[in-house]
Every structure is written in structure tokens, then in C-alpha cells.
T-cell receptor, first 109, second 114 residues
Framework: GQNIDQPTEMTATEGAIVQINCTYQ??????LFWYQQHAGEAPTFLSY??LDGLEEKGRFSSFLSRSKGYSYLLLKELQMKDSASYLC??????????WGAGTKLIIKP | DAGITQSPRHKVTETGTPVTLRCHQT?????MYWYRQDPGHGLRLIHY???????DKGEVSDGYSVSRSKTEDFLLTLESATSSQTSVYFC?????????????FGPGTRLTVT
């Protein structure tokens, strides 16, 4: 079957680093997306990984291991504005996205 | 920002009434999607379109229909609204050309069925 798992909630401190994990089981896997969603707003695209390894975009990095069905989003130098939900989604053989329920990240001063 | 709007942004309706939500894009993207988002669930696909008059069902399509008569507009209709359809509805668009797989979302419509 198709399944995506990520933690429901995480807490971190301003200025620190946090890693949000995502595991997936997807038929005909075609890549892994991360989106950010602030409360009451639409999801916004952060990253797309299709090959194994780490991709860095400023303070945010995303990692993929296809053999392990595993991805993580790494956020460095946390800022209060990073408080949001982070959605993991895998793309299947039909190029449709299967979404996790999201990880709510709480940043404390 | 992708040029994508949704209307209305908020709606309260009664059980049994029909409701139509509109998604409008100015990007000329081929693919359009309707999702619903509920607490404790990931985004769930209702219907999607891969071109004018070309639509297909997603995982939670029962009770919903769609139409796409123009590239820029994708309508979602709740034929007879039920309380279980109270949700936030997001429209998304995707170019799909080349390696462009990311979806861009509209601001959402919060629908309450009483």
C-alpha cells in the first residue's frame, strides 16, 4: 500500500537545528516533496528530491534515501517565523502526491 | 507567487444544498487539483484535471463533481452538502512540463456545512 509517516509535533529552540523525519512506502516512487504551511495559510513548496543525497537551500536542507524509504528536512538557525507545519509528500508512478499528516514545529525563544 | 485564486474564501451552507467552489489560475498550467485538508489527515485528493474537459477522480471523490471548460478555471461542486464535507479546500496547479512536478496552492476555501 501507500503510506507516509512523520511525527505529529516537534519543539525546538530559536537559533538551534531541527530535523524532521519522514518515512514512506510508495508504489512506483517518483520523488519526495517538502512543503511548509503556516497556520491558516496554503502550503508552499520547499524542496523536491528524487535522487539519494542531501540538497541544500539556504537554511533548509532535504535528504533522501530511496533504499530506506526515508527523507528528512533539516532546518538550521531556527527563527520564530519557522513555526509552521511541515508536510512530506511522495510522488507515485502516476505522478500523484501522497501526503503525510504534517509535523507541527513549535519554536521557543 | 503562482497566480491562483479561490472563491469564495469562506462559506457556510446548510446540509443538502449544492455548493460550487471556484479555482482560477493565470499561469496557463495544464494540471489542476482539488484537495481537502482535515485535522489529523494529510491533504486528500478529490479530483484533478489534466486539460480542458479532462478530469479524473482522486481518493475521496464521492459526493463531489468537477468541471473544467477553460484552462484557467476548475470548479468543484458538492452536489448535496453534508456535515462530513466541512473542511478546508485547496486548489493546486502544476505545470508538468519537463521535470516540473511541484504543485502550487491557492489560498484555500473554508467550508462549513451546518
Amino acid at each position: 500500500g501507500q503510506n507516509i509517516d512523520q511525527p505529529t509535533e516537534m519543539t525546538a529552540t530559536e537559533g538551534a537545528i531541527v530535523q524532521i523525519n519522514c518515512t514512506y512506502q510508495t508504489s512506483g516512487f517518483n520523488g519526495l516533496f517538502w512543503y511548509q504551511q503556516h497556520a491558516g495559510e496554503a502550503p508552499t513548496f520547499l524542496s523536491y528530491n528524487v535522487l539519494d543525497g542531501l540538497e541544500e537551500k539556504g537554511r533548509f536542507s532535504s535528504f533522501l534515501s530511496r533504499s530506506k524509504g526515508y527523507s528528512y528536512l533539516l532546518l538550521k538557525e531556527l527563527q520564530m517565523k519557522d513555526s509552521a507545519s511541515y508536510l512530506c509528500a511522495s510522488m507515485d508512478s502516476n505522478y500523484q502526491l501522497i501526503w503525510g499528516a504534517g509535523t507541527k514545529l513549535i519554536i521557543k525563544p | 507567487d503562482a497566480g491562483i485564486t479561490q472563491s469564495p474564501r469562506h462559506k457556510v451552507t446548510e446540509t443538502g444544498t449544492p455548493v460550487t467552489l471556484r479555482c482560477h489560475q493565470t499561469e496557463n498550467h495544464r494540471y489542476m487539483y482539488w484537495y481537502r485538508q482535515d485535522p489529523g489527515h494529510g491533504l486528500r485528493l478529490i479530483h484533478y484535471s489534466y486539460g480542458v474537459k479532462d478530469t479524473d477522480k482522486g481518493e475521496v471523490s464521492d459526493g463531489y463533481s468537477v468541471s473544467r471548460s477553460k484552462t484557467e478555471d476548475f470548479l468543484l461542486t458538492l452536489e448535496s452538502a453534508t456535515s462530513s464535507q466541512t473542511s478546508v479546500y485547496f486548489c493546486a496547479i502544476k505545470d508538468g512540463a519537463g521535470e516540473s512536478y511541484e504543485q502550487y496552492f491557492g489560498p484555500g476555501t473554508r467550508l462549513t456545512v451546518t
